[in-house]
Protein backbone atom coordinates (compact mmCIF):
# COMPACT_ATOMS: atom_id res chain seq x y z
CA UNK A 1 0.00 0.00 0.00
CA UNK A 2 1.21 3.69 -1.14
CA UNK A 3 -0.59 6.10 1.29
CA UNK A 4 0.37 9.87 1.37
CA UNK A 5 0.21 10.93 5.12
CA UNK A 6 2.38 9.88 7.46
CA UNK A 7 1.99 6.47 9.24
CA UNK A 8 0.56 7.56 12.13
CA UNK A 9 -2.77 8.66 10.14
CA UNK A 10 -3.66 4.92 8.90
CA UNK A 11 -2.17 3.43 12.96
CA UNK A 12 -5.04 3.10 15.96
CA UNK A 13 -3.78 6.50 17.37
CA UNK A 14 -5.97 9.13 16.31
CA UNK A 15 -8.98 6.21 16.97
CA UNK A 16 -8.38 5.72 20.54
CA UNK A 17 -10.96 7.40 22.83
CA UNK A 18 -13.76 7.35 20.18
CA UNK A 19 -16.89 7.23 22.21
CA UNK A 20 -18.78 4.90 19.51
CA UNK A 21 -16.23 1.92 21.07
CA UNK A 22 -17.74 2.32 23.93
CA UNK A 23 -21.38 2.00 22.93
CA UNK A 24 -21.16 -1.02 20.88
CA UNK A 25 -19.55 -4.60 21.10
CA UNK A 26 -17.50 -5.49 18.26
CA UNK A 27 -18.18 -8.80 16.55
CA UNK A 28 -15.70 -11.00 15.87
CA UNK A 29 -14.93 -11.47 12.54
CA UNK A 30 -12.38 -14.15 10.76
CA UNK A 31 -9.05 -13.00 9.36
CA UNK A 32 -8.96 -14.12 5.71
CA UNK A 33 -6.51 -17.03 4.90
CA UNK A 34 -5.70 -19.23 2.49
CA UNK A 35 -7.56 -19.08 -1.45
CA UNK A 36 -11.15 -18.66 -2.37
CA UNK A 37 -12.93 -17.57 -5.08
CA UNK A 38 -16.26 -14.95 -4.99
CA UNK A 39 -18.07 -13.16 -7.73
CA UNK A 40 -17.30 -9.98 -6.35
CA UNK A 41 -14.57 -8.50 -3.74
CA UNK A 42 -15.16 -5.94 -1.83
CA UNK A 43 -11.68 -3.86 -0.76
CA UNK A 44 -13.00 -2.06 2.46
CA UNK A 45 -15.02 -2.37 5.28
CA UNK A 46 -17.09 0.72 6.21
CA UNK A 47 -20.63 2.20 4.78
CA UNK A 48 -19.23 1.92 1.31
CA UNK A 49 -18.29 -1.54 1.59
CA UNK A 50 -20.55 -3.14 3.29
CA UNK A 51 -23.92 -1.51 1.31
CA UNK A 52 -22.33 -2.85 -1.52
CA UNK A 53 -22.14 -6.63 0.50
CA UNK A 54 -25.10 -6.41 1.92
CA UNK A 55 -27.03 -5.80 -1.52
CA UNK A 56 -24.97 -8.34 -2.99
CA UNK A 57 -25.66 -11.06 -1.13
CA UNK A 58 -29.49 -9.93 -0.75
CA UNK A 59 -29.23 -10.15 -4.40
CA UNK A 60 -27.83 -14.01 -4.42
CA UNK A 61 -24.23 -12.52 -5.23
CA UNK A 62 -21.51 -14.32 -3.83
CA UNK A 63 -19.56 -11.85 -2.20
CA UNK A 64 -16.57 -11.14 0.60
CA UNK A 65 -15.22 -7.83 2.19
CA UNK A 66 -11.95 -7.75 3.19
CA UNK A 67 -10.88 -4.93 5.34
CA UNK A 68 -7.66 -3.92 6.76
CA UNK A 69 -8.33 -3.63 10.65
CA UNK A 70 -12.07 -4.79 11.52
CA UNK A 71 -15.28 -3.74 9.88
CA UNK A 72 -16.01 0.15 10.46
CA UNK A 73 -12.28 0.84 12.10
CA UNK A 74 -12.05 4.14 9.16
CA UNK A 75 -14.52 6.84 9.21
CA UNK A 76 -17.59 4.92 8.87
CA UNK A 77 -17.13 3.46 12.49
CA UNK A 78 -15.55 7.03 13.80
CA UNK A 79 -17.86 9.45 12.83
CA UNK A 80 -20.50 12.32 13.81
CA UNK A 81 -23.17 10.26 13.08
CA UNK A 82 -25.28 13.33 11.01
CA UNK A 83 -27.56 11.25 8.34
CA UNK A 84 -28.07 14.06 6.08
CA UNK A 85 -28.40 15.71 2.64
CA UNK A 86 -24.55 15.63 1.06
CA UNK A 87 -21.52 14.23 -0.81
CA UNK A 88 -20.92 17.40 -3.08
CA UNK A 89 -18.87 20.44 -1.75
CA UNK A 90 -20.59 22.26 -5.30
CA UNK A 91 -23.45 24.83 -4.74
CA UNK A 92 -26.56 23.82 -6.78
CA UNK A 93 -25.88 26.50 -8.75
CA UNK A 94 -22.37 25.21 -9.80
CA UNK A 95 -23.74 22.35 -10.64
CA UNK A 96 -26.21 23.72 -12.66
CA UNK A 97 -23.72 25.72 -14.33
CA UNK A 98 -21.26 23.00 -15.14
CA UNK A 99 -23.32 20.13 -15.92
CA UNK A 100 -26.70 21.30 -16.91
CA UNK A 101 -30.53 21.41 -15.43
CA UNK A 102 -31.07 17.60 -15.65
CA UNK A 103 -27.42 16.05 -14.50
CA UNK A 104 -27.63 18.40 -11.63
CA UNK A 105 -31.13 18.18 -10.46
CA UNK A 106 -30.28 14.09 -11.31
CA UNK A 107 -26.90 14.42 -8.69
CA UNK A 108 -29.34 16.67 -6.15
CA UNK A 109 -32.14 13.86 -6.01
CA UNK A 110 -29.54 11.55 -5.07
CA UNK A 111 -28.64 13.54 -2.35
CA UNK A 112 -32.07 12.94 -1.03
CA UNK A 113 -32.01 9.47 -1.69
CA UNK A 114 -29.44 8.31 -0.26
CA UNK A 115 -30.85 9.55 3.36
CA UNK A 116 -34.08 7.85 2.65
CA UNK A 117 -31.69 4.63 1.50
CA UNK A 118 -30.48 4.85 5.34
CA UNK A 119 -33.88 5.54 6.79
CA UNK A 120 -35.06 2.34 5.05
CA UNK A 121 -32.28 -0.08 5.58
CA UNK A 122 -32.75 1.13 10.01
CA UNK A 123 -36.46 0.48 9.29
CA UNK A 124 -36.02 -2.83 7.35
CA UNK A 125 -32.92 -4.36 9.26
CA UNK A 126 -34.57 -3.35 12.25
CA UNK A 127 -31.26 -1.81 13.67
CA UNK A 128 -31.21 -0.09 17.03
CA UNK A 129 -29.22 3.45 16.03
CA UNK A 130 -30.02 5.85 18.75
CA UNK A 131 -31.23 7.85 16.02
CA UNK A 132 -32.30 11.62 16.90
CA UNK A 133 -33.21 14.87 15.26
CA UNK A 134 -35.96 15.90 13.03
CA UNK A 135 -34.04 17.08 9.97
CA UNK A 136 -30.51 19.15 9.98
CA UNK A 137 -30.17 22.69 11.45
CA UNK A 138 -28.09 25.25 9.56
CA UNK A 139 -26.85 28.10 12.16
CA UNK A 140 -25.92 31.53 10.34
CA UNK A 141 -22.33 32.58 12.27
CA UNK A 142 -22.45 35.81 10.49
CA UNK A 143 -25.39 38.59 9.81
CA UNK A 144 -24.97 38.30 6.08
CA UNK A 145 -25.28 34.31 5.99
CA UNK A 146 -28.72 34.94 7.23
CA UNK A 147 -29.59 36.14 3.64
CA UNK A 148 -28.07 33.22 2.48
CA UNK A 149 -30.54 31.01 4.59
CA UNK A 150 -33.87 33.00 3.53
CA UNK A 151 -32.98 32.46 0.05
CA UNK A 152 -32.53 28.79 0.89
CA UNK A 153 -36.15 28.52 2.55
CA UNK A 154 -37.73 30.40 -0.24
CA UNK A 155 -36.27 28.22 -2.82
CA UNK A 156 -37.42 25.24 -0.83
CA UNK A 157 -41.16 26.36 -0.41
CA UNK A 158 -40.83 26.84 -4.03
CA UNK A 159 -39.77 23.44 -4.97
CA UNK A 160 -43.17 22.05 -2.69
CA UNK A 161 -40.70 20.10 -0.62
CA UNK A 162 -41.47 19.59 3.33
CA UNK A 163 -41.22 23.15 5.00
CA UNK A 164 -38.03 24.61 5.93
CA UNK A 165 -37.98 26.29 9.32
CA UNK A 166 -36.06 29.90 9.46
CA UNK A 167 -35.28 31.10 12.66
CA UNK A 168 -34.26 34.71 13.84
CA UNK A 169 -31.52 35.76 16.15
CA UNK A 170 -34.22 36.77 18.88
CA UNK A 171 -36.15 33.04 18.39
CA UNK A 172 -32.72 30.72 18.61
CA UNK A 173 -33.05 30.82 23.11
CA UNK A 174 -36.53 29.44 22.79
CA UNK A 175 -35.47 26.71 20.37
CA UNK A 176 -32.90 25.64 22.74
CA UNK A 177 -30.36 26.99 20.46
CA UNK A 178 -28.80 29.81 22.84
CA UNK A 179 -25.31 30.41 20.96
CA UNK A 180 -24.17 33.36 19.47
CA UNK A 181 -25.86 32.76 16.17
CA UNK A 182 -27.78 35.16 13.93
CA UNK A 183 -30.19 32.70 13.06
CA UNK A 184 -31.20 29.32 11.61
CA UNK A 185 -32.55 27.19 9.17
CA UNK A 186 -34.34 23.88 9.67
CA UNK A 187 -34.20 21.74 6.68
CA UNK A 188 -36.85 18.58 7.72
CA UNK A 189 -34.91 15.90 6.24
CA UNK A 190 -31.81 13.70 7.87
CA UNK A 191 -31.78 12.53 11.59
CA UNK A 192 -28.50 11.76 13.46
CA UNK A 193 -27.45 8.20 14.61
CA UNK A 194 -25.05 6.12 16.25
CA UNK A 195 -22.49 5.62 13.47
CA UNK A 196 -20.81 2.24 14.87
CA UNK A 197 -24.49 0.26 15.89
CA UNK A 198 -25.39 1.58 12.49
CA UNK A 199 -21.95 0.02 10.83
CA UNK A 200 -22.65 -2.87 12.58
CA UNK A 201 -26.09 -4.18 11.67
CA UNK A 202 -25.25 -3.58 8.12
CA UNK A 203 -22.35 -6.08 8.91
CA UNK A 204 -24.44 -8.33 10.40
CA UNK A 205 -26.87 -8.34 8.26
CA UNK A 206 -24.77 -8.39 4.91
CA UNK A 207 -23.65 -11.53 6.88
CA UNK A 208 -26.59 -12.86 7.21
CA UNK A 209 -27.63 -12.64 3.50
CA UNK A 210 -24.51 -14.46 2.80
CA UNK A 211 -21.65 -12.27 2.59
CA UNK A 212 -18.21 -13.04 4.02
CA UNK A 213 -16.79 -10.24 6.41
CA UNK A 214 -12.53 -10.48 6.43
CA UNK A 215 -11.19 -8.36 9.40
CA UNK A 216 -7.24 -7.98 9.75
CA UNK A 217 -7.05 -8.77 5.76
CA UNK A 218 -5.38 -5.92 4.22
CA UNK A 219 -5.13 -6.29 0.54
CA UNK A 220 -1.74 -5.79 -0.55
CA UNK A 221 -2.18 -6.28 -4.68
CA UNK A 222 -4.69 -6.31 -7.47
CA UNK A 223 -3.41 -8.28 -10.83
CA UNK A 224 -5.32 -9.12 -13.83
CA UNK A 225 -6.00 -13.15 -14.42
CA UNK A 226 -8.28 -15.27 -16.41
CA UNK A 227 -10.43 -12.52 -17.13
CA UNK A 228 -11.04 -11.84 -13.71
CA UNK A 229 -9.16 -10.56 -10.31
CA UNK A 230 -6.58 -12.04 -7.84
CA UNK A 231 -6.29 -9.79 -4.87
CA UNK A 232 -3.31 -11.24 -2.37
CA UNK A 233 -3.26 -10.77 1.21
CA UNK A 234 -1.12 -11.28 3.54
CA UNK A 235 -2.07 -14.53 4.41
CA UNK A 236 -4.13 -15.63 0.65
CA UNK A 237 -5.44 -14.92 -2.30
CA UNK A 238 -8.87 -14.01 -3.37
CA UNK A 239 -10.13 -14.78 -7.10
CA UNK A 240 -12.67 -12.78 -7.93
CA UNK A 241 -14.96 -11.82 -11.54
CA UNK A 242 -15.66 -7.86 -10.01
CA UNK A 243 -13.34 -5.88 -7.59
CA UNK A 244 -15.45 -2.69 -5.90
CA UNK A 245 -12.65 -0.26 -4.16
CA UNK A 246 -14.61 1.29 -1.38
CA UNK A 247 -11.13 3.02 0.77
CA UNK A 248 -12.11 6.28 0.69
CA UNK A 249 -9.87 8.69 3.04
CA UNK A 250 -8.28 5.34 3.71
CA UNK A 251 -6.92 4.60 0.03
CA UNK A 252 -3.81 4.21 -1.55
CA UNK A 253 -1.83 5.06 -4.53
CA UNK A 254 -1.70 1.88 -5.99
CA UNK A 255 -4.76 0.11 -5.33
CA UNK A 256 -5.51 0.12 -8.13
CA UNK A 257 -3.10 2.90 -9.75
CA UNK A 258 -6.12 4.65 -10.99
CA UNK A 259 -6.90 6.42 -7.43
CA UNK A 260 -3.08 8.08 -7.45
CA UNK A 261 -4.06 11.46 -6.93
CA UNK A 262 -7.60 11.50 -7.30
CA UNK A 263 -8.17 11.51 -3.65
CA UNK A 264 -7.53 13.57 -0.78
CA UNK A 265 -7.54 12.38 2.67
CA UNK A 266 -8.32 14.70 5.32
CA UNK A 267 -8.85 14.69 9.09
CA UNK A 268 -12.26 15.62 11.02
CA UNK A 269 -11.78 15.64 14.71
CA UNK A 270 -14.06 15.34 17.20
CA UNK A 271 -14.93 15.53 20.96
CA UNK A 272 -17.58 14.06 23.03
CA UNK A 273 -18.40 15.52 26.94
CA UNK A 274 -19.66 13.51 30.14
CA UNK A 275 -23.19 13.76 30.15
CA UNK A 276 -24.46 17.47 30.92
CA UNK A 277 -26.40 18.32 33.64
CA UNK A 278 -29.68 20.00 33.50
CA UNK A 279 -28.49 22.71 35.18
CA UNK A 280 -25.65 23.00 32.90
CA UNK A 281 -27.79 22.61 29.92
CA UNK A 282 -29.40 25.36 31.31
CA UNK A 283 -27.19 27.55 31.99
CA UNK A 284 -25.76 27.64 28.18
CA UNK A 285 -29.51 27.84 26.96
CA UNK A 286 -28.59 24.61 24.60
CA UNK A 287 -31.30 21.72 25.09
CA UNK A 288 -32.01 21.09 21.49
CA UNK A 289 -31.15 17.49 20.29
CA UNK A 290 -31.24 18.72 16.66
CA UNK A 291 -28.38 18.02 14.88
CA UNK A 292 -26.60 21.27 13.58
CA UNK A 293 -23.65 22.82 11.44
CA UNK A 294 -22.73 26.56 10.98
CA UNK A 295 -22.49 28.19 7.50
CA UNK A 296 -18.68 28.16 7.75
CA UNK A 297 -17.11 26.82 4.91
CA UNK A 298 -14.23 25.18 7.57
CA UNK A 299 -17.84 24.34 9.56
CA UNK A 300 -18.64 23.30 12.98
CA UNK A 301 -21.16 20.45 13.29
CA UNK A 302 -22.59 19.20 16.88
CA UNK A 303 -25.17 17.55 18.45
CA UNK A 304 -26.71 17.18 21.82
CA UNK A 305 -27.33 13.51 22.32
CA UNK A 306 -30.27 11.05 23.67
CA UNK A 307 -27.73 10.51 26.45
CA UNK A 308 -26.85 14.39 27.26
CA UNK A 309 -23.41 14.01 25.97
CA UNK A 310 -22.21 17.07 23.35
CA UNK A 311 -20.61 15.74 20.56
CA UNK A 312 -18.83 18.76 18.72
CA UNK A 313 -16.22 18.05 15.46
CA UNK A 314 -14.62 20.37 13.16
CA UNK A 315 -11.43 19.89 10.68
CA UNK A 316 -8.82 18.29 12.15
CA UNK A 317 -4.52 18.44 11.97
CA UNK A 318 -2.96 18.78 8.88
CA UNK A 319 0.06 17.21 9.05
CA UNK A 320 -1.51 13.66 10.23
CA UNK A 321 1.06 12.95 12.79
CA UNK A 322 0.86 12.62 16.47
CA UNK A 323 2.17 16.35 17.42
CA UNK A 324 -0.61 17.64 14.97
CA UNK A 325 -3.22 15.50 16.21
CA UNK A 326 -2.54 16.91 20.00
CA UNK A 327 -2.67 20.30 18.67
CA UNK A 328 -5.72 19.81 16.55
CA UNK A 329 -7.47 18.27 19.50
CA UNK A 330 -6.64 21.46 21.71
CA UNK A 331 -8.09 23.86 18.97
CA UNK A 332 -11.40 21.59 18.80
CA UNK A 333 -11.53 22.18 22.64
CA UNK A 334 -11.21 25.68 22.09
CA UNK A 335 -13.68 26.37 19.41
CA UNK A 336 -16.22 24.18 21.54
CA UNK A 337 -15.08 26.78 24.89
CA UNK A 338 -15.54 29.50 22.67
CA UNK A 339 -19.44 28.71 21.38
CA UNK A 340 -20.35 26.76 24.07
CA UNK A 341 -19.00 29.44 27.41
CA UNK A 342 -20.86 28.01 29.70
CA UNK A 343 -19.49 24.43 29.40
CA UNK A 344 -15.92 25.24 29.72
CA UNK A 345 -14.87 23.00 32.50
CA UNK A 346 -17.40 20.28 31.28
CA UNK A 347 -14.84 17.15 30.97
CA UNK A 348 -14.53 16.10 27.03
CA UNK A 349 -14.42 12.09 27.65
CA UNK A 350 -13.59 11.67 24.06
CA UNK A 351 -11.91 12.65 21.53
CA UNK A 352 -10.59 11.39 18.12
CA UNK A 353 -10.36 12.02 14.52
CA UNK A 354 -9.92 10.40 11.19
CA UNK A 355 -9.89 10.86 7.33
CA UNK A 356 -12.40 12.00 4.94
CA UNK A 357 -11.86 12.19 1.24
CA UNK A 358 -12.56 14.74 -1.30
CA UNK A 359 -11.56 14.90 -4.98
CA UNK A 360 -10.38 18.23 -7.17
CA UNK A 361 -14.38 18.44 -8.83
CA UNK A 362 -15.47 18.17 -5.27
CA UNK A 363 -18.25 15.60 -6.44
CA UNK A 364 -18.22 11.41 -4.97
CA UNK A 365 -17.59 9.16 -7.53
CA UNK A 366 -19.08 5.37 -8.13
CA UNK A 367 -18.57 3.94 -11.28
CA UNK A 368 -16.71 1.60 -13.52
CA UNK A 369 -12.61 2.65 -13.38
CA UNK A 370 -11.78 3.02 -16.99
CA UNK A 371 -9.84 0.22 -18.83
CA UNK A 372 -10.17 -2.28 -15.66
CA UNK A 373 -13.03 -4.48 -16.70
CA UNK A 374 -14.48 -5.21 -14.08
CA UNK A 375 -13.38 -3.28 -11.36
CA UNK A 376 -15.29 -0.25 -9.64
CA UNK A 377 -14.79 2.54 -6.94
CA UNK A 378 -17.23 4.58 -4.40
CA UNK A 379 -15.15 7.35 -3.17
CA UNK A 380 -15.09 10.81 -2.19
CA UNK A 381 -18.14 12.36 -0.09
CA UNK A 382 -16.64 15.35 1.30
CA UNK A 383 -17.53 14.55 4.98
CA UNK A 384 -21.07 12.92 4.50
CA UNK A 385 -20.88 9.27 3.73
CA UNK A 386 -23.17 7.87 6.51
CA UNK A 387 -26.15 8.57 3.86
CA UNK A 388 -23.63 8.87 0.88
CA UNK A 389 -21.15 6.44 1.44
CA UNK A 390 -24.62 3.95 1.89
CA UNK A 391 -25.97 5.41 -1.42
CA UNK A 392 -22.89 4.87 -3.18
CA UNK A 393 -22.40 1.07 -2.06
CA UNK A 394 -25.86 0.75 -3.08
CA UNK A 395 -24.95 2.05 -6.36
CA UNK A 396 -21.84 -0.06 -6.85
CA UNK A 397 -23.65 -3.13 -6.15
CA UNK A 398 -26.08 -2.52 -8.86
CA UNK A 399 -22.88 -1.97 -11.25
CA UNK A 400 -21.34 -5.07 -10.44
CA UNK A 401 -24.57 -6.51 -11.52
CA UNK A 402 -24.38 -5.10 -14.93
CA UNK A 403 -27.17 -2.67 -14.26
CA UNK A 404 -26.44 1.39 -14.06
CA UNK A 405 -28.41 3.69 -12.23
CA UNK A 406 -25.62 5.56 -11.09
CA UNK A 407 -26.22 9.58 -11.45
CA UNK A 408 -23.98 11.09 -14.37
CA UNK A 409 -22.15 13.35 -12.50
CA UNK A 410 -20.91 10.40 -10.19
CA UNK A 411 -19.64 8.59 -12.72
CA UNK A 412 -17.23 11.31 -14.28
CA UNK A 413 -13.34 10.41 -12.99
CA UNK A 414 -12.28 12.80 -10.62
CA UNK A 415 -9.47 14.84 -12.05
CA UNK A 416 -5.96 14.23 -10.01
CA UNK A 417 -4.91 16.87 -8.19
CA UNK A 418 -1.38 18.82 -8.67
CA UNK A 419 1.56 17.52 -7.31
CA UNK A 420 0.98 13.91 -6.97
CA UNK A 421 1.70 11.98 -3.74
CA UNK A 422 2.73 15.82 -2.56
CA UNK A 423 -0.73 17.07 -3.19
CA UNK A 424 -1.31 17.41 0.87
CA UNK A 425 1.11 20.20 0.60
CA UNK A 426 -2.06 22.43 -1.14
CA UNK A 427 -4.36 21.89 2.46
CA UNK A 428 -2.85 24.76 4.20
CA UNK A 429 -3.12 27.18 1.64
CA UNK A 430 -6.77 26.15 0.92
CA UNK A 431 -7.75 26.09 4.84
CA UNK A 432 -6.34 29.54 5.24
CA UNK A 433 -8.56 30.95 2.10
CA UNK A 434 -11.33 29.26 3.38
CA UNK A 435 -10.48 30.74 6.85
CA UNK A 436 -10.64 34.18 5.10
CA UNK A 437 -13.53 33.75 3.65
CA UNK A 438 -15.25 32.78 7.15
CA UNK A 439 -14.15 35.97 8.31
C1 LIG B 1 -14.25 12.44 12.45
C2 LIG B 1 -15.21 12.25 11.30
C3 LIG B 1 -16.50 12.76 11.39
C4 LIG B 1 -17.40 12.56 10.34
N1 LIG B 1 -18.70 12.94 10.50
C5 LIG B 1 -19.61 12.62 9.55
C6 LIG B 1 -20.98 12.86 9.78
O1 LIG B 1 -21.40 13.30 10.85
N2 LIG B 1 -21.87 12.55 8.78
C7 LIG B 1 -21.44 12.01 7.61
O2 LIG B 1 -22.28 11.76 6.74
N3 LIG B 1 -20.15 11.72 7.38
C8 LIG B 1 -19.22 12.00 8.34
N4 LIG B 1 -17.92 11.69 8.13
C9 LIG B 1 -17.52 11.06 6.86
C10 LIG B 1 -17.91 9.59 6.80
O3 LIG B 1 -17.55 8.96 7.99
C11 LIG B 1 -17.22 8.93 5.60
O4 LIG B 1 -17.54 9.64 4.42
C12 LIG B 1 -17.69 7.49 5.41
O5 LIG B 1 -17.59 6.79 6.60
C13 LIG B 1 -16.86 6.82 4.33
O6 LIG B 1 -17.21 5.46 4.30
P1 LIG B 1 -16.35 4.45 3.44
O7 LIG B 1 -16.90 3.12 3.69
O8 LIG B 1 -16.30 4.91 2.04
O9 LIG B 1 -14.86 4.59 4.02
P2 LIG B 1 -14.26 4.20 5.43
O10 LIG B 1 -15.31 4.04 6.45
O11 LIG B 1 -13.15 5.14 5.72
O12 LIG B 1 -13.71 2.74 5.19
C14 LIG B 1 -12.61 2.47 4.36
C15 LIG B 1 -11.98 1.21 4.90
O13 LIG B 1 -11.05 0.71 3.94
C16 LIG B 1 -10.08 -0.01 4.65
N5 LIG B 1 -8.93 -0.22 3.76
C17 LIG B 1 -8.10 0.69 3.24
N6 LIG B 1 -7.16 0.09 2.48
C18 LIG B 1 -7.42 -1.23 2.50
C19 LIG B 1 -6.81 -2.37 1.91
N7 LIG B 1 -5.74 -2.26 1.12
N8 LIG B 1 -7.32 -3.60 2.16
C20 LIG B 1 -8.43 -3.73 2.93
N9 LIG B 1 -9.04 -2.68 3.53
C21 LIG B 1 -8.55 -1.45 3.31
C22 LIG B 1 -9.79 0.88 5.85
O14 LIG B 1 -9.19 0.16 6.90
C23 LIG B 1 -11.19 1.39 6.19
O15 LIG B 1 -11.79 0.69 7.24
C24 LIG B 1 -16.97 11.89 9.16
C25 LIG B 1 -15.68 11.38 9.07
C26 LIG B 1 -14.80 11.56 10.12
C27 LIG B 1 -13.41 11.00 10.01
Same mark, same amino acid.
Given at each position: MKRILPDYSYSDGPRTAC?????????????????????????????????????????????????? =?TPGWGASGRNGGFCCIGGSRRSEKGLMRDYGLAVAEEYL???????????????????????????? *?????????????????????????? *?????????????????????????????????? =????????AAQAAGAGLYAESAVQTIKRADGGWVLTTAQGRVTCDKVLIATNGYSSEDLPNWMAGRYMPTQSSVLVTRPLTQTEIDAQGWSSHQMCYDTRHLLHYFRLMPDRRMLFGMRGGLKGTASSETAARAKLRTHFDKMFPAWRGVEATHCWSGLVCLTRHR?? #????????????????????????????? #??????????????????????? #???????????PVVYASLMLADI
Open positions: YWDETTTAPVWPRHDGEAKVDVAIIGGGFTGLSAALHLAEAGVDVAVLEA =KNAEVAAVDLVDGLIARLGLEVDRHSDGE *TLLAHRPSDMRYLEAQAAEMVREGGP *TPILLRRQDLAGAGLRADFYGALTTPKGFALNPQ =KYLFGLAGLP #FAGPIPDQPGMFAGFAYHGNGVAMGSYSG #FLLSQLAQGKNPVPQAMQTPPPR #FELGGARRAIM
